[in-house]
């Protein structure tokens, strides 16, 4: 069974930091990439960032970058994306979703195979 879980989510002030994972079971880690998307309330799925199978090349949104880091641990088979200076618009359900192949930019929500749950993210003023 394919199974994508997030965790590390929670309630932070503004210009704290928070450390996502995603681990990972149930398919070959190394032969997938991994993105991070997240929703806020009222608004569509956006993605935020990912990070590619075999090369680990990185890609972030342009209004994320330098605040957010996403790296991997393949002996963990778990992706992590640490969020630093948070601020209130970052509020919003993170998850995490893998496609087969070697991609270094989002895509689209369809090109991706599997899923996690999500996990909420509250940044407070």
């Known amino acids: 069974e394919v199974q994508l879980v997030e965790s590390g989510g929670g309630l932070v002030q503004a210009g704290g930091s928070l450390r996502l994972s995603c681990t990972t079971s149930?398919?070959?880690?190394?032969?997938?990439?991994i993105g991070w998307f997240r929703q806020a309330p009222g608004k569509e799925r956006e993605g935020v960032s990912c990070?590619?199978?075999?090369?680990?090349?990185?890609y972030y949104v342009p209004s994320m970058k330098g605040r957010f880091t996403i790296s991997k641990d393949n002996a963990k088979n778990t992706v992590y994306l640490q969020m630093d200076s948070l601020e209130p618009e970052d509020t919003a359900v993170y998850y995490c979703a893998a496609r087969y192949g070697s991609y270094y930019y989002i895509g689209a929500e369809w090109e991706y195979d599997y899923w996690g749950q999500g996990t909420q993210v509250t940044v407070s003023l």
């Open positions: 990070i590619s199978n075999s090369e680990g090349r990185t």
């Open positions: 149930g398919f070959t880690f190394d032969h997938y990439s």
